[in-house]
């Protein structure tokens, strides 16, 4: 299927350079660009526990977009889907400590892995604390028992919702890191992939897919999925993805959840509506309670059409986090009493 | 250029039905559907002016997403690209009616003006009180001149967000209908158009473009724009369509600006940044000031890849409203201090 790569913008290769000015200046003041490729606040209160997240970039506004008000401090920026560097990691999180010590939360991708651990380690060095939690969130990336070999996906925003708020509020990186291990443990996500995106610089496609056919559980650059198949109703691949989840935790009557569906770029919000009216009836039906939701374009792919479910269970502390108002060029919400 | 159809929804005759229950669900309890397509607030209070917004479906989130705290009361809803029924204009308005009169505040196309009209006529024979104020913001689409015959296209946000807040705070119709007359005098858009969007309905898409061709002031259903022309830059676009828009007012040395970069569905944030950062150095050279910024996706026409730049002159009563904060689905942001 041959599709022309058809984008505003300048140079390919400067785009990300432009992208981060034009983010921070999306953020009327409240960002600052560092000398590297990387995105802090500009007002980080002196005692304050850090966050630090981070990642390659064409998935905005992940990850540099969510730098704000009860979310992250600061991010450390990549090129095109490839993690940013250990120096971009270490001059990022310089930035951002105040000397209570740093969170790293960034999604779980080898690149990303080796250059933050490296990162940490120079950090280290320095006596600065760090600690670190990857998020995990994809169901269909491996099976539970190897969870920790799980890509982060869509998860990625609610997981800095709600570990910003906590790392705004609690006063030791250790409580910040319960918080955020709590919360991952109980995150799960899918999506599904109808058309690729292509990347600027090479000009390609990420992945090929006929014309009549989707893959369920693909990843956010076009890794494998579990069933390549024909594209069906969205009620029949809601019921998929939700089977797929909800097996997975699992999650049981009576439980509490946020909800998150979210486009990987070019899926229309009807589309995306109608998949919501779907899931709703599900979790209806299996006594499993909606706290708080979002439907909208947060973790994306470039132009790849597909979404994404993300389902994280809340207890009374989770709730309260995510309760709280939030403010980014990338996502805000107003507080939730 | 073929391009296969290829979206996750049910029967396309019921996307635009499924769409309102997925999206009332959405909201969390805020909003209500009506026996017609129309969506309402589910709570309004007695004696408050009531704002009214509406039109083609498609173009998610506008505008059945936008109803919320400080935004549309309630909006009436049609089929694809199509104008809400007179029937459904006139029941969405009865059930957002608080005895203070009504303000319809709609994009200026034919069908729309045609039934919102018809609405406010079998109001009118009921004594309730309705004013008009249609969004005309696309100088691509008529001369200064015949500014009334502008068709709305993003700056539909910057009106339903200012509106919004006007109708919540002030006590007469005439005063939010003021407040919505000023704000419609000193805003302008233009859009850019780099791939088509499919209507489901029909498996169409609404126009053709070359592999290497844009489309400058294409409307939001492909209506003709000002310039069919070769993929430029970033910049090179930005530059057309900010010349175009500055003269057009003309905005001046001094002037405060709220700034929405809209995405019209498929284009990446990556290119919308990209754009900010330009359109930020053309308004810094020209001593045009921006009180505040917005980019991302609100007005689309389904998939169709493309932006809009929209420029509203502010005073201090238009930034008082804008600086409010605003809760739906689709879009939410935190007052501003």
Redesign the interface.
Known sequence: MA??I??????PRR??D??????V??S?GRTKRLAVDAIVKSEIPDGKVALLIGGG??H??LFH?FIG?NMGDGAACGQFFAAPSPHIVYEAAKAVHRGKGILFLYGNYAGDNMNFDIGAEMLADEGVEVRTVRVTDDVAAAPPERMHDRRGIAGDLLMIRVVGAAAAHLDRLDEVERVAKKAMAGLRSMG?A??AGSI?ETGKLTFDLA??E?EIGMGAHGEAGISRQK?G???E?TDQMMEKILADLPFQAGDEVALLINNL?????????????RV?QILAERGIT?H??????WV?S??M?G?SISLMRLDGELKRYLDM?S?S??Y???EVK
């Open positions: 599709k022309p058809k984008k505003i913008l300048n140079d785009a990300v432009e992208m981060l000015d034009g983010l200046l999306a009327d970039s064409g905005e506004p977009g008000e599904v109808v058309l600027p014309d009549d989707i594209l109703t969205a009620d691949i770029g070019a899926t229309t919000m009807m589309e995306m509506l109608v998949v919501n009216r709703r909606v708080r939701s979002d439907v909208g374009t994306t470039q132009e059409a979404l108002p403010r060029v990338g805000s919400s107003l």
